[in-house]
């Protein structure tokens, strides 16, 4: 899986640091989200997955391998 | 053609009532629509009969869609009530009325204080917040409104502590919001108040200009002098976080203990599974969902024709998005009338979808999952000290909520 995060969208909602932590943070001064790691193990994916589906601007989309 | 105008003619009038014997739930027009009609039309104050899209998957879909404007200036907007039709032309530009790349740069302006982690950082003082009030409940009279002892207080203080209100001044400060958000002030008592809470957020914005601290008004003080934004822009969201922040959480915490009063089974699974964080998380998910306390809809225009479900909304044409109807839409969620904490929760819209999604969204989460996990665990006898049919509720906002909450234990 990798992650594909369209910066411009993000509304920094923070659902998507909410449903995976591992995988997203915020920046500090305006809250936009930073991907951490766009090659998430299996065991995150669910997660990612989750945090895809809530994000309110669809700014995050992924690419199953 | 007919069948606009059929459909026109016979658009109900919106917000509508609620049934007495459920008032959690939509009206059962909203249902109707949901179910039969998922492009109609609802008549609102001025006579006018902007497009009602109710289902989830449409919601989701049009939310995000770059044809429908938030810019409440165009002619055709469907306005909540009369007073904000005729004071939009005199708004400046805010989140709550811009398009994005406009929005994009006035959003990420105020973001900073709501993330995740700056809201995270107060758990412990809003549970510390919470346990003193819980101490005083206790420790006074039975009965006691549980508006007054913990839903209204709770998101109070915490928002006053996020601007960096000086505690001396919280009772003003208290007096001045609620006088402004209660249902029983008069428009005259309103306006008062309104203009008592902006020069007070303008005088002590000023202080914070002079001598800033750790808090949002210094924060949004030094964006002013970095000319990233207005003073005028700066006032007006200390204004909106004040108020966005008090009577939202306020209802949740009151509403959300009248629901689990009423499904006492769902009130044991808290109380046992209280000290999961996962399941009290989806919890509060679940209970937003199952409450949807903004209940006037939001409004957008749209900009270009959009086709949906073989329908045309033109350019021009008003369009609301009734929350509640998204959240009991069957097709997203089995069952929508059964209160269930255990059922994944988190596609729901109470907070809205899309880019002008609650700005607030994550603070509200920590107080809820706070008070949700603490409050029922700290007084296991809670009861309501009234018959539910003779609780007050408070359906005149734009989002619903208690007037009072009497309990005992």
């Known amino acids: 899986m990798r992650v594909e995060f369209d910066e411009p969208k993000c509304v920094a909602a923070g659902q998507c640091v909410m449903a995976a932590p591992d995988v997203f943070d915020q920046r500090d001064d305006d809250g936009v989200a930073i991907v951490l790691n766009d090659t998430p193990d299996a065991a995150l994916h669910d997660q990612v997955r989750e945090a895809a589906a809530v994000c309110p601007a669809a700014a995050i989309r992924l690419v199953e391998q | 053609m007919t069948d606009i105008l059929a459909s026109a ?29 998922p492009v109609g039309k609802v008549r609102i104050w001025d006579g006018s009969t902007p497009w009602f899209i109710t289902r989830h998957a449409d919601q989701r879909a049009l939310l995000n869609d770059p044809r429908l404007s938030i810019d409440e200036k165009r ?61 005083e409940m206790l420790a006074g009279p039975k009965p006691a409104d549980l508006v007054q002892a ?31 958000l209660s249902h029983d002030s008069t428009p005259e008592q309103a306006r008062d108040a309104g203009q008592k809470l902006f020069g007070y957020l303008s005088n002590l914005f000023d202080a914070k200009t002079a001598e800033p601290s750790d808090d949002v008004v210094s924060e949004m003080a030094a964006r002013v002098v970095a000319g990233d934004m207005s003073r005028e822009e700066a006032l007006a969201m200390a204004s909106a976080i004040l108020i966005a922040g008090h009577e939202t959480s306020a209802s949740m915490i009151s509403l959300g203990t009248l629901a689990l009063l009423r499904n006492p089974d769902q009130l044991d699974l808290l109380r ?19 409450l949807t306390i903004v209940h006037t809809g939001i409004r957008r225009i749209a900009s270009d024709d959009i086709e949906l479900h073989g329908t045309v909304i033109k350019a021009g044409d008003g369009v609301i998005f009734e929350l509640a109807g998204a959240n009991y839409d069957a097709e997203e969620f089995a069952e929508p009338d059964k209160l269930d904490l255990t059922r994944p929760a988190r596609q729901h819209h109470a907070f809205g979808y899309g880019a002008h999604q609650c700005l607030g969204q994550s603070l509200a989460r920590v107080e809820l999952q706070v008070v ?37 234990w």
């Open chain 2, 9 to 37: 003619d016979h658009a109900p009038l919106y917000p509508m009532r609620r049934e007495p014997q459920c008032p959690f739930a939509p009206a059962a027009t909203v249902r109707e629509m949901t179910r039969e009609n």
């Open chain 2, 150 to 180: 913990i839903g209204l207080p709770v998101p109070t203080v915490v928002i006053t502590e996020i601007l960096g209100a000086p505690y001396e001044d919280r009772l003003l400060f208290q007096t001045a919001s609620h006088a402004l």
């Open chain 2, 372 to 408: 949700y996990s603490t409050l029922y665990r700290r007084i296991p006898t809670l009861a309501l000290a009234v018959p539910f049919e003779e609780v007050p509720f408070a359906m005149e906002g734009v989002a619903y909520g208690l007037k009072a909450l009497p309990v005992t």
């Open chain 2, 75 to 135: 002619p055709g907007y469907p306005h909540m009530t009369r007073s904000r039709a005729a004071s939009a032309p005199h708004h400046p530009p805010l989140i709550t009325n811009t398009d994005p790349p406009e929005h994009t740069r006035l959003r990420r302006t105020v973001n900073a204080p709501f993330m995740v982690k700056r809201v995270e950082a107060l758990r412990p003082r809003i549970q510390e917040v919470l346990d003193t009030l819980i101490d």
């Open chain 2, 272 to 290: 046992e599974r209280g000290d999961d964080p996962k399941f009290v998380a989806n919890a509060v998910e679940e209970l937003l969902r199952y």
